[in-house]
Structure formats: C-alpha cells, structure tokens
C-alpha cells in the first residue's frame, strides 16, 4: 500500500511569487490534514478535510493560504503571495477516520522563500 | 493555552543503552496521545497512541506511560541502536470542541543521537 506522498519535496520561491503544493493520501483515507513547522518551532495544525470539505481550517495563518479537495482524493496548498515567513516545511496526513487513529504523515514539502 | 512541553530537547547515548524522554502537557480536554520518531527528511511515524485509560504501551523496545492526572507522559527505549537516531516528538490529540476536538498539539521534540 502507497503512503502518502507530497510534491514538490522542495521548492524555492521569491517574495511576492505563488506556490502551490499537493498532497496525495493513502487511498481510501477520507481524512487528510495539513500540518506545517517553521524553522525552531513545533508543527502547527493548518486545517482538515473530510472528504471534499473543509472539517476545521482553524489552523490556517491568514488569506494567502487556500487550500482544496477537489473531488475528495488529493489536496493542493496554495499560498499566494508568499511571504518570507510562510517559508517552513508543510506536511500532510491522512487517516481513514477521525479521532483516535493513526495519522499517517507524508514526507513533507520543504518551502523557501526569499 | 493547549501546550506540549518536551525534555531534554537534545540526548546522545551509546548503543545498547537505555533512555527516557518526557513531555508535559496542557491540553484540555484531552483525548489520547501519541509519540511519533521523525527522521531527518521524512515525516514523522506513529510509535504509540494512548488515551485517558491507558497508562502504559509498548511497541517492540519503545515503552510509553501516561500519567493523565499529572498530564505527564515518558518514552523509555530500550537497548537503544544506531536507528532509533531521531527526533520524538510527543503530540497531544484534543483541546477544542466541536470539529476540531481532536486536533493536533506538537511538542517540538527531543533529538535523539546514538552513537557506536
């Protein structure tokens, strides 16, 4: 069985440009959470989907942020425009339910932006 | 505020030796919580998931305990090997009504170093 997956695994960006990451769970996992670390801090949650629907996106920094679910399969992150402390690396998780069970985290996706 | 607190932030041990790590907590309401061993690069693995009724779990030679009145928690690893070199981290599911009742809260992790 796939894990999760993330693209890009790096990317590079100037101030002012836009981004967007992707985000593909476990299939069949209705579940899928982003979750990012800045540089010396914990992972913060961003926000939850179940299925196509946002379930909480109380995580999420500001309006830069947009994020989807197109279909309830995979997820894109979209920040637009990027800012120099949006730089971090933003994981992604999925599980097949909700509550007490396994979060399973893709290999995240490292952002730099200068 | 929902907190997780982690220490040491740094341990080196020899190979074969035991170790414990700790984490403190603030998150309420609780629900379980979990230790996760993140290597560098990748994202991080489930070891353990407790909740509220269960004070101790073990998975192959990782041990953790729960101590809900305390809101403590500790992840003994026994004969430790060069591959349990990782960061574990202590995450804490709840602090929120509603849909976000079993959000994530993160310690920012002890980084574990064996050395031969």
């Known amino acids: 069985e796939a894990g999760v997956t993330q693209f890009p695994s790096h990317s590079v960006i100037e101030k002012g440009q836009t981004v967007t990451l992707r985000c593909d769970p476990i299939?069949?996992?209705?579940?899928l959470y982003w979750y990012r670390r800045v540089m010396g801090k914990e992972i913060k949650f961003l926000l939850h989907f179940v299925k196509e629907s946002k379930q909480d996106e109380s995580g999420m920094p500001n309006n830069r942020f947009l994020a989807e679910r197109t279909g309830g399969t995979y997820s894109t992150l979209k920040v637009q425009p990027a800012e120099l402390e949006d730089s971090g690396v933003y994981f992604c998780a999925s599980s097949q339910e909700y509550g007490r069970y396994e979060q399973y985290f893709g290999p995240g996706t490292r952002l730099t932006v200068t | 505020k929902n907190q997780v607190e982690q220490s040491p932030q740094s341990l080196i041990i020899l190979e074969g030796k035991n170790c414990t790590l700790q984490c403190n907590y603030t998150v309420s309401p609780f629900s379980n919580l979990r230790w996760y061993k993140q290597d560098t690069g990748r994202g991080p693995v489930s070891l353990t998931i407790m909740t509220f009724s269960e004070n101790t779990k073990s998975n192959g030679r990782y041990t953790a305990t729960l101590d809900a009145d305390t809101k403590q928690s500790s992840l003994h690893i026994t004969a430790s090997q060069l591959s349990d070199s990782a960061s574990y981290i202590c995450v804490v599911s709840g602090g929120n009504s509603g849909a976000g009742s079993y959000q994530l809260t993160f310690g920012k992790g002890t980084k574990l170093s064996v050395i031969p």
């Open positions: 299939s069949g996992h209705d579940n």
